[in-house]
C-alpha cells in the first residue's frame, strides 16, 4: 500500500517537474529587436570581447593553467562564434537588403578575426607551452586537436614562411570567390524552339513559361527550372541541349580559375610538409590521408558496381521501348529514364504521397517522432519576437529540464536564402550557455486556403535538418565551445542527418501523422511499400555517379597541379566509375562549386551515408522508436559533441569500425524486396 502511494507521488512529482520546466533564461536571439546599428553593435561587442580575450591569454605571467589559458582561449572561441552565428543568419534571413547588405560586412568581419586567431602564434604557444596532463579527457583531447589546426594554419613556422601563407590565403580566398560569382552569374537559357518540347512536364510548369517579348520560350539553367525540364521533357533533343548548356556553366572563364586554385592550394600543402592539398586536408579529419580517400573510392566502387549495372540494364530496357537500337544510357538522360522505370517497373508517381503530406501535419509528426526517438520532449514559447512573426522558437527538455532551445523558419520569403540548413545560433557549454540553432528552409506555406502540400523529397530534407538539430542540440553539453555540438571532424558532419531520413520510410512513422488532407485517412501501407521500391532504384547509379564526382574532386587535388588536365580527368572518371556514356563538349568542372568549398573532400557525402547506414542497421527495422538502440545512439555518438574523435563515435556505437555491408544493401534494396515479393507470389 505504502509502496503505491510512493509510487503515485514519484510519478506525479515526474510530470510535476515537466511541466514546470522553465523558459531559458537567456533572452531568445531577436529579444532586443535591434535595427541595423543595434545589431551592429552586438556583433562588434562580441569581437571586442573576444579580442579582450585573446589580450589576456597572453598578458599572463607565471605558469599556464587550464583556467588562464584554455579557458580564456575558448571564451574568444566563444564570443567569435556568437558574432559569426548571428551574422551569418542575418545574412541569410532578414528580410530587409540593406540589412543583409551589413550583415555580409559582419560576417567578413567575424571571419577575419577567426583567421587572426587561427594565425596568433603567441595564442599557439600559450596553449602549446600548457601542460594538459592532469586534466580531463575532453580537455586534453580538445586542446591536442587545437595544436594540430594550430599546426595546418602555419603558426609555427618562421616569420617569411608566414608571411608567404598569408599571401597564398588571400589568393586562395579571391580565387574560391571568383569561382562561385563565376558559377552564379553564369545563368545560361535555352530556347524551346517548339512548344511540344515540353511535353511530360507539370502544366503550371508550362503555364510559366510563357513566350516572352521576342516571342520565345526560354528555360534557363537555374536549378527550379532546369532539373524539371531535364527528368520529364520528353524531347531527348531539347533535353540533350538542356543538359549541355547546364554542364558547361562558367565555362571557359572557371577553367582558369580552378587552375591558379590547385596551384595555390599545391603550395599551400607542399609548404607545410605534405605533398599534396588532398592530404593536407585529410589530416584533420576522419579519413587521415589522401591514399584513404583513394581506397574507399575503390571499395565503394566495388560496392555499387553490380547493383548500378543491373539498374543501367532496365534503363536501356526501357529506352529502347521508343528506341529499338540503343545500345548504351547517356549521362544526359539518366533523370528522365528514372523517372520512367519507377512508373513503368514500380507503379509509383511521387505526385500520389502530396495529398498526405500538408506541411503543419508534418512537421508536428516530425517533432513528436524526434521526441520519442531521442526521449525529449518541445514546448513552443509563445508571443517571441524575431525578425519575421512566422519564425517559431521551442525548447527541448530532457528529464524536466530545459537543454536547449531552437528556432523555425521554414517557408519562403523574397530575398531569403533559398535551400535548407540548420544554422547554429549558440553554442552549448555546460552550466553556462544553453545550445541554440535554428532551421531555415523554404517549405510551402500552408494558408487558409492552401494545405500547403509537401513533396516526398521536402519531408526527407525536414527530416534530414532535423537530425542536424538534434545533433547541435544533444551534443551542446560540454565544458567548452569549441568541443560542442558539431564540431568534431568536418567529415562526419552529415552522419546523423543522412541516418534520420530513414524514419520518413518507414510505414509506422508515417502512419502516425502522413493523412490525406481532405479525408483525413492515414497514408496507406501500400503506398508507402511502393514509394520505398520506387525510391530504391536508381541508388546504385546514383552511388556510381557520386564516386565519379568523389573521384575528381579527389584526383584533381592529389598531386602536382600542373600534371592535371581537367577535362580528362572528368572523362576518365565517368567512364571509369558511372555505366554512363558522357556527352561531349560538356565541362562541369567549371560548374561543380564543390571544388572550391570542399575541394579534395568530396568524398564526405558518400563517407557520411556508409555510416549512416551502418548506424541505422543497429535499430530495430519493424518499430524504429524502440528498443535500447535510440538512447544507446543518443548517449554513444550525438552527446559527446566534439569531445573525442569521431572515428571512436562511430566504434563506440557500432563494436567496430564502419563497414559497407549496411550500405550496399540499401542501394540494391529495390531487387531484395521485389525479389520477396515475388517469392510470396510464388508460394
Ligand atoms: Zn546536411
Not at 545589431?39 to 588562464?68: C, M, S, W, Y
Not at 576522419?286 to 549495372?309: C, H, L, T, Y
Not at 551534443?475 to 558539431?486: E, K, L, T, V
Amino acid at each position: 500500500m505504502s509502496l503505491r502511494v510512493l509510487l503515485v507521488l514519484v510519478t506525479s512529482v515526474a510530470v510535476c517537474v515537466g511541466a514546470v520546466a522553465q523558459a531559458p533564461d537567456q533572452p531568445t536571439i531577436w529579444a532586443s529587436k535591434p535595427d541595423v546599428a543595434g545589431f551592429e553593435k552586438i556583433v562588434n561587442d562580441h569581437l571586442a570581447a573576444a579580442q579582450a580575450a585573446v589580450d589576456k591569454i597572453t598578458a599572463v605571467k607565471g605558469p599556464r593553467t587550464v583556467d588562464n589559458t584554455v579557458a580564456i582561449f575558448d571564451e574568444a572561441i566563444r564570443q567569435i562564434n556568437t558574432s559569426l552565428y548571428l551574422s551569418v543568419l542575418m545574412q541569410q534571413v532578414h528580410p530587409d537588403a540593406a540589412f543583409r547588405d551589413r550583415a555580409s560586412e559582419m560576417v567578413r568581419k567575424g571571419s577575419a578575426a577567426q583567421t587572426a586567431l587561427s594565425l596568433n602564434h603567441e595564442v599557439y604557444q600559450a596553449l602549446a607551452g600548457l601542460d594538459v596532463s592532469k586534466a580531463d579527457a575532453a580537455t586534453r583531447y580538445y586542446v591536442k586537436r587545437q595544436l594540430l589546426e594550430f599546426r595546418l594554419a602555419g603558426v609555427d613556422k618562421d616569420e617569411a614562411n608566414r608571411t608567404q601563407l598569408k599571401k597564398l590565403n588571400d589568393e586562395l580566398t579571391n580565387e574560391q570567390s571568383t569561382f562561385d560569382r563565376n558559377i552564379s552569374d553564369d545563368q545560361k537559357k535555352v530556347e524551346v524552339t517548339d512548344p511540344k518540347e515540353l511535353d511530360g512536364l507539370p502544366q503550371d510548369y508550362i503555364d510559366r513559361h510563357k513566350p516572352g517579348a521576342d516571342g520565345k520560350i526560354y528555360v534557363t539553367t537555374n536549378y527550379p527550372d532546369a532539373l524539371p525540364a531535364l527528368k520529364f521533357s520528353k524531347s531527348d533533343e531539347f533535353r540533350r541541349r538542356l543538359f549541355l548548356a547546364f554542364q558547361t556553366r562558367a565555362y571557359p572563364k572557371n577553367k582558369e580559375v580552378l587552375e591558379r586554385m590547385l596551384k595555390t592550394r599545391y603550395e599551400i600543402a607542399t609548404l607545410l610538409g605534405y605533398s599534396s592539398w588532398a592530404d593536407y586536408n585529410a589530416a584533420d579529419k576522419m579519413i587521415g590521408s589522401g591514399e584513404n580517400i583513394g581506397a574507399f573510392i575503390q571499395k565503394v566502387d566495388s560496392a555499387a558496381r553490380p547493383i548500378a549495372e543491373r539498374e543501367n540494364a532496365m534503363l536501356l530496357a526501357e529506352k529502347q521501348k521508343t528506341d529499338p537500337s540503343a545500345k548504351e544510357v547517356g549521362d544526359y538522360e539518366v533523370g528522365y529514364l528514372n523517372e520512367l522505370v519507377r512508373r513503368s517497373q514500380f507503379n509509383f508517381d511521387s505526385q500520389a504521397v502530396r495529398p498526405y503530406l500538408p506541411f503543419n501535419a508534418v512537421r508536428k509528426g516530425i517533432l513528436d517522432t524526434a521526441a520519442t526517438l531521442f526521449h525529449v520532449t518541445f514546448r513552443q514559447e509563445e508571443n517571441v519576437s524575431a525578425w519575421d512573426p512566422a519564425v517559431e522558437t521551442w525548447d527541448v527538455i530532457d528529464s524536466g529540464k530545459t537543454i536547449g532551445r531552437f528556432y523555425l523558419d521554414m517557408h519562403p520569403r523574397p530575398g531569403k536564402y533559398s535551400h535548407a540548413e540548420m544554422s547554429p545560433v549558440l553554442d552549448g557549454i555546460r552550466g553556462k550557455q544553453l545550445p541554440e540553432a535554428i532551421l531555415v528552409c523554404n517549405f510551402p506555406n500552408p494558408t487558409a486556403d492552401d494545405p500547403g502540400l509537401m513533396d516526398y523529397s521536402d519531408v526527407v530534407t525536414f527530416f534530414h535538418e532535423f537530425g542536424h538539430l538534434m545533433h547541435w542540440i544533444l551534443g551542446g553539453q560540454q565544458q567548452w565551445a569549441g568541443i560542442s555540438g558539431i564540431s568534431m571532424e568536418s567529415d562526419f558532419g552529415e552522419a546523423p542527418s543522412q541516418m534520420l531520413e530513414e524514419w520518413m520510410r518507414s510505414p509506422q512513422v508515417l502512419a502516425s501523422f502522413a493523412r490525406h488532407y481532405k479525408t483525413g485517412e492515414a497514408i496507406p501501407a501500400e503506398l508507402v511499400a511502393r514509394m520505398n521500391l520506387a525510391s530504391a532504384f536508381g541508388r546504385g547509379t546514383w552511388t556510381s555517379q557520386q564516386n565519379e564526382y568523389t573521384a575528381v574532386s579527389y584526383n584533381v587535388y592529389n598531386g602536382k597541379p600542373e600534371n592535371v588536365d581537367l577535362d580528362a580527368v572528368v572523362r576518365a572518371a565517368v567512364t571509369k566509375y558511372t555505366p554512363f556514356i558522357p556527352l561531349p563538349d560538356t565541362h562541369f568542372y567549371a560548374s561543380f562549386g564543390h571544388l572550391g568549398g570542399y575541394s579534395s573532400a568530396y568524398y564526405t557525402y558518400l563517407w557520411d551515408k556508409v555510416i549512416a547506414e551502418d548506424f541505422f542497421s543497429k535499430f530495430d527495422h519493424n518499430n524504429l522508436l524502440a528498443g535500447p538502440a535510440p538512447m544507446r545512439y543518443r548517449h554513444a555518438v550525438l552527446e559527446p559533441g566534439g569531445s573525442v574523435s569521431a572515428n571512436d563515435l562511430v566504434k563506440n556505437f557500432l563494436g567496430r569500425e564502419q563497414n559497407m555491408d549496411a550500405f550496399q544493401k540499401w542501394m540494391g534494396e529495390e531487387f531484395e524486396a521485389s525479389a520477396v515479393v515475388q517469392q510470396q507470389a510464388g508460394n
